[in-house]
């Protein structure tokens, strides 16, 4: 009987209704039907309820999931940090005086020019400067007139002992010759001492043996840059210790920090430090410490630690403030990529591979990071295998339960 054309056809309510049942029928198991066959269902792992991930040996996501035991690594742990300011190193610091007293005639740099070691910065005229050339002139031909009596003495003794040889002279004039010859040479070489300490004398005046003009020059004594100019043309100083400018010469630039005194014990002259300057984010200045302070701030309870750092192109600058690090000897702790840490939730995260497939989640203590690696300071030990590439798939798996 076909049902469903007389279900059609039929005008007959209670034939269709009949129909009706029978074609039911054929659709539901329990009437002798044929059951439609379920599509087949997705391979799915229902996540263990102990807080394991599971991933499906037949799942392509455990190919992208990379894991590595983990190993010790070398880390420089920072023990102190403290705020610091660049200053001028010390030792680097000179103020040009003036060598002799007189009248400034023409200062020739200005501030914040460089200059080298021996360049002249200030032209002065001194009397001093003129008497000194005169003096030095006045030795000069002391030198020559002392030369000139030695050497006359000289052949007068050579005459002198020819004649006592013939027997034509007194061996008491002979004797008197030679301590004539003596003195002249004695009288030479107290003129040659003389004139060597005028000549020195010229020198520390900035001024040369035999020079004509009566000038002379402040020089700098170091290489460096003019910092602060004091003096003006045309001023008359008498007071050769006042300071006519300072060079400091910034090739080498001192970090001064105050360190708490409880932390003091952790930092020695000579070791190295780190220093971090809001000027240039990100980027580190290594620097030596040079000097720890003999006293302690009554008033904030911290000591001064300078460190010095090279500056060889003159980016840092006086009064730049930054961050003193204190590096620690290195030390063995236990390493992972810094790939392999998640945050959540303020918590630093890795995955441990406990199985082929099986992970887990565990917290961690993470220290600084040094390079590609952070040191796990807690939760983690050598020889457990951790998951470092493929993060993020297994959160996604996590996140799927």
């Keep these: 009987m076909n049902c469903r054309r007389s279900v059609i056809m039929s005008s007959s309510p209670a034939q269709a209704g009949v129909c009706a049942i ?9 009437c002798g ?19 394991r991930i599971v991933v499906p040996a037949n799942s392509p996501k455990l190919n992208l999931i990379h894991v590595a035991p983990v190993s010790m690594g070398p880390f420089e742990l920072e023990e102190v940090t403290a705020p610091g300011e660049i200053e001028a190193n010390p030792n680097r610091v000179s103020h040009v005086l003036m060598p002799v007293m007189g009248r400034i005639r023409e200062v020739l740099v200005h501030l914040g020019d460089t200059v080298t070691e021996g360049q002249p910065l200030v032209i002065i005229e001194s009397p001093d400067a003129t008497a000194a050339l005169a003096t030095q002139m006045q030795a000069e031909a002391q030198i020559r007139q002392a030369k000139s009596a030695l050497l006359k003495s000289q052949r007068d003794l050579a005459r002198a002992r020819e004649l006592n040889e013939r027997g034509a002279l007194a061996l008491k004039e002979l004797q008197s010759a030679e301590n004539d010859a003596v003195q002249a040479q004695a009288n030479v070489d107290q003129a040659q001492a003389a004139a060597d300490a005028n000549a020195q004398r010229l020198k520390t005046l900035g001024l040369e043996p035999g020079q004509l003009s009566p000038l002379t020059f402040s020089r700098a004594p170091i290489g460096g840059k003019v910092m602060e100019i004091a003096v003006a043309p045309g001023e008359y100083r008498n007071d050769t210790s006042a300071s006519l400018m300072t060079i400091n010469d910034l090739r080498t ?19 190295s430090v780190r220093a971090e300057f809001s000027a240039y984010p990100g980027e580190v200045f ?3 410490v040079m000097r720890i302070a003999d006293t302690v701030d009554p008033q904030t309870r911290t000591i001064r630690v300078d460190a010095e750092i090279p500056n060889p192109s003159g980016r840092l600058r006086v009064g730049m403030f930054g961050q003193f690090h204190h590096l620690h000897t290195p030390v063995q702790k236990v390493a992972v990529p810094v790939a392999a840490v998640v945050e959540t939730n303020g918590r630093s995260v890795v995955y441990i591979e406990e199985s082929q497939g099986v992970f887990r989640e565990r917290t961690i203590t993470a220290g600084e990071r040094q390079n590609d690696l ?28």
């Design 22 to 30: 029978l074609i039911g029928c054929i659709w539901l198991p329990g």
């Design 33 to 51: 039907g044929v059951a439609a066959a379920p599509e087949p269902a997705a391979a799915v792992v229902t996540p263990p309820a102990d807080g």
């Design 253 to 271: 630039v001192w970090m001064s920090a105050l360190v708490p005194e409880t932390r003091i014990r952790y930092i020695q002259v000579g070791e």
């Design 286 to 288: 290594q620097a030596r």
């Design 374 to 401: 952070l040191p796990a300071l807690s939760g983690l030990s050598t020889g457990e295998r951790v998951v470092v590439d493929g993060v993020m798939l297994l959160r996604t798996e996590e996140a799927g339960r």
